[in-house]
């Protein structure tokens, strides 16, 4: 589990370029892939410096079977996990590169909202490469999707931190229909698992 900083969980492809396939947040739980000792092509780096909480395989099973609270947490981030999975797959494979960068970001915020204030901004623990290869695109296409958004008065930015502005008109362009209030956004982009 990660205390403080991020993290991500990649593999390596035929050609051995690095793919990204999630980023992972203080309070979230990783690595439960290796629970499948047939899936060892994932690896898991850290971000940025930071504290993590490793839990053995005993304690977990002995948690799992003792513990009915611990065992709900688990199912709930377990269908989390694929909930948030499947539905990247569609919005990467559907999407444009814009809604693609908006969903992030919004989803981003949500969950470090704890840690954002109440101004909205974000440090991104993860590079602009980084986010590009989790979401498909060129480090190149993100540069302009966020110089977008900034000519829209939609983010500020400045270095790894953003500014979301324009909540609604983020929003507006992931869903593709008049802007939501904030409760909306959490339903749309947050975790629902505690």
Not at 8 to 29: C, H, M, Q, W
Not at 179 to 188: D, E, M, Y
Request: one cysteine or more; charged letters at 20%.
């Amino acid at each position: 589990m990660v205390g403080s900083g991020a993290a991500k969980s990649f593999y390596y492809d035929a050609d051995g370029n690095e793919r990204i396939t999630a980023f992972y947040l203080p309070g979230e739980v990783f690595g439960l892939e290796g629970l499948n000792r047939n899936n060892l092509s994932i690896a898991n780096k850290m971000l940025v410096t930071g504290h993590l909480f490793r839990i053995p395989f005993s304690q977990l099973f002995y948690l799992l079977s003792r513990d009915i609270q611990f065992s709900k947490y688990l199912v709930e981030l377990l269908s989390y996990e694929t909930f948030d999975a499947r539905r990247m797959s569609i919005i990467n494979g559907h999407y444009t590169a814009e809604v693609r960068l908006a969903y992030f970001l919004l989803n981003l915020w949500t969950r470090l909202k704890a840690q954002c204030h109440q101004d909205h901004v974000l440090t991104l623990p993860m590079t602009r490469i980084e986010i590009g290869n989790f979401l498909g695109l060129t480090p190149e296409t993100i540069s302009r999707c966020l110089a977008l958004f900034k000519k829209n008065n939609w983010i500020e930015s400045r270095g790894r931190k953003i500014k979301l502005v324009d909540m609604d008109s983020l929003t507006q362009l992931v869903t593709g229909t008049s802007a939501w209030n904030s409760r909306h956004i959490k339903s749309l982009c947050g975790k629902t698992a505690a």
